[in-house]
């Protein structure tokens, strides 16, 4: 019995700048966590190193041996082979055609599972977060680009080969923007964080009299994707033209992935979900008067993610505790 208890998964979440690991109970509990530095111009060999060394490290450190690890789940940006545990290819880290699995059982010889960050996240708010108790849920991850990841039936949906599930890449949008990959007016070209800051930007230089370049310190360079918001309920009219702009194109995304999974909720995550409520209400408001069917048929709320930075640790443990159930 007291086998059992000491028992964990390891959860690691693989991000350009940074590796956080965790070891992970039953209930989705982080016991312990530690975070390196990716330093991703390195070779991959010298990351999954790290990242393995460091793993049996926090165990030893819990008092753990490699037997009481059932498993280690592990997100990471890119386009993931998750049946054949490999990292096909990855911008953020530049990595192509990784066998990754393989290469961290070197150091870890248990299961190893591989997703995509963004599903890992999605799947973490599931079983622990803002979507516990749904069993089909949609999550959108608004940073430097759109993230997405679908969860049905409590488990990542992928589609039938990598690559799908890619909801940032759905269009959005007839400006005729560029999207960075490579095609024109995806949803990540106006929900991004990127795109919002941009815009932020070129509406200051257009208009310098507006608060937003009072709130940039008069430096370009300095716009956030704060800022506009700020701008907006201080009543700037820019700020909140801005502003409005981009939750229209937010909703419409959204409105798009409610009609095609009606998932039981819509979950953001990203530093712009920081504006809470003054976000997601009035993205309500426009599903629920958008939505087909919205008269006769269940509208999703959307919501804010609740795990935070730890989402990624979550998501990949569940990734050990699902398996171990197949």
């Avoid at 426009?286 to 087909?292: D, E, S």
Wanted: with cysteine; glycine share 12%; aromatic share 6%.
């Amino acid at each position: 019995m007291l086998g059992k208890i000491n028992r964990a998964a390891v959860g690691i979440d693989l991000g350009g700048t940074a590796v956080k690991i965790g070891l992970v109970d039953a209930s989705y509990d982080i016991i312990a966590k530690i975070s390196i530095r990716t330093n991703a111009k390195r070779p991959f060999q010298e990351i999954i190193a790290d990242i393995g060394e460091t793993a049996a490290t926090l165990l030893k450190e819990n008092n753990r041996s490699i037997k009481d690890c059932i498993g280690v789940g592990i997100g990471s940006p890119g386009t993931i082979d998750s049946k054949n545990g490999m990292v096909l290819y990855s911008n953020n880290i530049q990595w192509s055609h990784v066998a990754l699995a393989d290469m961290l059982k070197q150091y870890l010889p248990v299961p190893i599972y591989v997703q995509n960050d963004a599903n890992c996240a999605a799947l973490g708010e599931v079983v622990k977060g803002a979507a516990k108790g749904c069993q089909n849920a949609i999550f959108l991850t608004l940073g430097t680009g759109v993230g997405g990841g679908i969860v049905i039936d409590g488990k990542i949906f992928e589609g039938g080969h990598a690559g799908g599930a890619e909801l940032g890449h759905i269009k959005s949008g007839s400006e005729g923007r560029r999207c960075t990959c490579g095609r024109m007016d995806c949803l990540e070209a106006y929900a991004s964080a990127t795109a919002l800051i941009q815009d932020a930007k070129n509406a200051a230089a257009q208009h310098p009299a507006s608060m937003l370049w009072e709130l940039c310190g008069h430096q370009l360079e300095q716009m956030d994707a704060k800022i506009p918001f700020d701008a907006a309920w201080a009543g700037d009219p820019c700020g909140k033209a801005l502003v409005e702009q981009y939750i229209n194109s937010l909703a419409d995304g959204i409105t798009d992935l409610a009609n095609i999974f009606r998932p039981d909720i819509v979950v953001l995550g990203g530093g712009i979900c920081a504006q809470g409520e003054k976000l997601t209400q009035p993205l309500n408001q426009y599903l629920r008067q958008n939505c087909f069917g919205n008269t006769v048929t269940y509208i999703p709320k959307v919501v804010t993610a609740q795990n935070g930075n730890q989402a990624g640790i979550i998501g990949a443990a569940a990734l050990v505790y699902q398996g171990c159930q197949q």
